[in-house]
């Protein structure tokens, strides 16, 4: 049996122990999954003769061919309930509402399933319960992004903190941290703290968090504050907007961009 259980980006991240209720097969309290009140009325299969299976023959051209098959009547068990239970008609299951507590591992991503054993659908007449499998659905953040075991997060820079630099106050899955962004900061730069991402499934350690520098660019400016900017513009001169010494790693993410 499946079920479906949608988990919070912290609680895929650190891992949660969750209560699943849903409505499944569950044994029959009335006669606890016997299938009747009365064990004097469980009698031999007439059928079958208690073997759980019925041979037939068929006649051909070529002979004779037995087959065997389940007993119908019986549903291959070789027993029959003269008095069934009043509650589940003899089956030994009704249709109920259960609860099964789940321990969700940290690191699980959306879409994996989680394979609980004998905790699903309850067995014909005391028979072994089914598997439950629980299938996880991870709900958007409204900070983060999640790739892989990393996690994505984008900052806005006004042109000014971006030139001349800033500190800000960076969220993470642990708690605000300060990040400095030095002067000459551009778009499309990222930075990363390492170990502030997911963890790994089964594993040691755990992602980074990436942060992705937006700048943004003033609109609707009146005619001083464009003046101001023209004049900073001829002020500034054109060696201040030069390319900057680019390490390896932001040279790769450069070209898989571009």
Request: net charge negative.
């Amino acid at each position: 049996m499946a079920v479906e259980v949608e988990l919070t980006l912290e609680e895929a991240a650190f891992g949660v122990e969750k209560e699943i209720t849903f409505k499944a097969q569950g044994t029959c309290e009335t006669c606890e999954g016997v299938g009747t009140t009365d064990p004097a009325s469980i009698k031999s299969c007439p059928d079958c003769g208690g073997q759980g299976r019925v041979r037939t023959v068929r006649r051909t051209i070529l002979g004779q061919f037995m087959q065997t098959a389940p007993c119908v009547r019986c549903r291959a068990t070789g027993k029959v309930i003269e008095s069934p239970c009043e509650a589940c008609h003899g089956d030994g299951r009704v249709f109920m509402e259960r609860a099964v507590t789940v321990q969700i591992p940290a690191g699980i991503d959306a879409g994996q399933r989680i394979r609980v054993s004998g905790r699903g659908g309850a067995g014909e007449r005391s028979a072994r319960a089914g598997d439950l499998y629980v299938r996880v659905r991870v709900a958007e953040h409204d900070l983060f992004e999640r790739r892989g075991d990393d996690i994505l997060f984008g900052v806005d820079l006004t042109m000014v903190q971006a030139a001349v630099g800033t500190t800000m106050t960076i969220p993470t899955l642990d708690g605000d941290e300060e990040m400095e962004f030095p002067a000459g900061t551009q778009p499309g730069d990222v930075k990363v703290l390492r170990g502030k991402g997911i963890q790994h499934l089964n594993g040691h350690g755990r992602g980074d968090q990436e942060i992705h520098v937006r700048v943004l660019v003033p609109h609707g400016l009146d005619e001083q504050q464009r003046r101001l900017l023209q004049e900073f513009d001829e002020a500034c001169g054109a060696e201040h907007y030069g390319d900057r010494e680019e390490g390896v790693l932001q040279k790769l993410r450069n070209w898989l961009s571009g």
